[in-house]
């Protein structure tokens, strides 16, 4: 009967030879295609040639003529393959652009510098676990976990090229502690924020209260509310269909773009109030660009030219309001997080506030199983709560 076939990755026995110059030692290695070959080193001693032997045996690279990762890879190439296959996934829809920046940014501001150069067979637990905690220590714990979503991302792509066995940030320590709890502003604050921008000239010439009120009336992200243009609309019914979400890219400017999940794709409905705002809004601007009504085709909430609004430069403003209000900590997000609260406290389910926010999942079997439409008019309803946010004429 012949003998079995190393496991794949092992060696046999080591055998020492002395020579004219020292010492030879050799074994034969299973390589990961299935085939058996020869190793050796030398050595001025026999202990030298076996140890030079095991070093080599441990570090063998798999035989490959692809341009996929290898164990003696330096960090900073995989890296780069990593952020190739990322952009193939924006390419195709599934993963954001913005999210590429910010992974670009964090990877050579912080990851290079700490592990570029080792190699991705050095890449350890402790190793890696140094480089989250300094990234926490140093900056926050919203930057440690972008860190640590790189390296994860890296990892992850080694192992599957075969150049590591499991990803080892998975044993990496979990982050603790220093995230604040959210704050969600009351519906007296609502009130009175909202107040504060109708009488404040400098909001009001950047159009900032129609768009507050659409954040407290909707929930949406703030790129989903710079996005909506008129036809999503449809005031009779009191529906607004999604319009994916405004970002900014690097070298293209402002586009819209479509999510990564398909749960963002929703429509919600308004609330009396919201559509009562809306219809004034639109009457407004049909006049501003001198169309009628239903010719308005534009942004909902767009710059003084009819187009798309720069998000950056609308948050710039948004935070000169917030400070002369004295609401320095309210956000846009601020808005998202009030309806969360107020939706909760109206007794709504946590799949009903999930599907208005858009959010990506309550539990698994509720993403995959559960078709949306419109969502619950409970949602709508539970709003009309501010109706006494419409702007007095």
Known sequence: MPRPPLPLGTHGKIRTYRTSTGWRATAKFRDFDGVTRPV???GRTKTAAVQALKEALRDRTPPTGSDGITPDMRFGE????????????????????TSKETYENRLNGLVLPAI????????????????????????SSSTAKTVRTILSGVCGLAVRHGALASNPVRDVAPLEGRKRRARALSLEELTDLLAKLDSDDVAVRHDLPDLARWYAGTGERTGEGLAVHWHHLDLNAG?????????????????????????????????AWLVDVLRERRATLAERFGVDQADLRGPVFPNSLGGLRDKHNTLARWREFRERAGYPWVTFRTFRRSVATILDEAGLSARQIADQLGHSKVSTTQDVYMARGVTSRRAADALEAVKGFRREK
């Open 116 to 139: 570029g150069e080792l190699r991705v067979r050095e890449l350890t637990v402790p190793r890696l676990g140094r480089v989250v905690a300094a990234a926490q220590d140093r900056h």
């Open 78 to 97: 995989a890296a780069a393959l990593w952020l190739e296959e990322f952009q193939r996934a924006i390419d195709a829809g599934r993963r954001s652009p």
């Open 239 to 271: 529906t607004v269909d999604w319009g994916g979400g405004l970002i900014r890219v690097r070298g293209q400017g402002q586009r819209i773009n479509f999510g990564k999940t398909d749960v963002s794709e929703r429509a919600l409905p308004l609330s």
């Open 40 to 42: 050796e080193r030398w």
